[in-house]
Structures are given as C-alpha cells and as structure tokens.
C-alpha cells in the first residue's frame, strides 16, 4: 500500500512537471524583458493550430523564419503560408515542457534563448533549443530573426 501511494504521488509529480508548458518563472528585470517575455508566451502558443495565426504578429515585415526538421529560412509571407498549411494538414504539435528563457537586451535588439520540448500525435517528443532575434519597432518587441536546432 506505502509503495502504491508513492508510485501515485510520484507519476501525479510527473504529470504536473510535464504538462505545464509555461514558460518557467522568469523574474523580469525590467518593462522591456517583460514585454519580452510576454511575446515569447504568445509565440509558445502560436504552435497550436487555434493561435497558429497569434504569431504573425509577433514577427518584423522582413523577418526571417526557421520552419521544419530541414530548417527552412522563410520570410514571413511564405510563413503565412506555412501555418495556413500546417493547419490544413492538422498537424498539432504540443509543448510538453518549457526552460527559462535568457534574455540579453541591448538598446531596441535583443536576444533570447529558450528551450522547448515538443511532443507530436504519437508522442515522440524532441528538444528545441531556439534562438530568437528581436528587434524593438515603433515601441513594440517584434521577433526578426527565429531559429533552432535540435
């Protein structure tokens, strides 16, 4: 009986970890990293297909976009086109678990690095390590330049 309620409140532990797919607590030091941070929350969301279009938004006019396991370089125009696709095929693609982003800000450039793990339909899961380059615009924080690697 002891080891049953351990197994339970061990796999409840498990499920709580990896179902939030916030972004981990990240201490703002600042208005300009908490707008920040407040894109990263809609580009997380922007991977499932109801807030798919959310995330043009979030992009500069001449942003340049990493899509797909080849790692295509979109703009934002054939990104537009990209999501209409993605929802049309009805992939869904999860994210089961999200790091602390680091943020280095720089005048109206920054940086941020945060990792995301993906789950797809049949569970397979990747880690995602992306790269975003943002670029600050008439007093909005627009991605210009997204990319990952695996």
Known sequence: MKRLLICIILISIILIVLGCATTQ?????????EAI???ILIFQKSFDKEHAH????LFSDDARIMVGRERKILSKQ??????????????QLDI???????????GNTAI??????FSDADMNAVVINFILDF??????WLIKNSQYNF
């Open 135 to 140: 670029v600050k615009q008439n007093g909005k």
């Open 25 to 33: 607590k990240h201490k703002a030091t600042g208005l300009e990293e």
């Open 54 to 57: 959310s995330s043009l938004d």
């Open 37 to 39: 941070i407040n894109q």
């Open 78 to 91: 054939e990104y537009a086109e990209h999501i209409l696709n993605r929802i049309k095929k009805n992939i």
């Open 96 to 106: 089961t678990y999200v790091g602390v982003p680091k943020i280095k800000i720089d």
């Open 112 to 117: 941020v690095k945060i990792a995301m793990v």
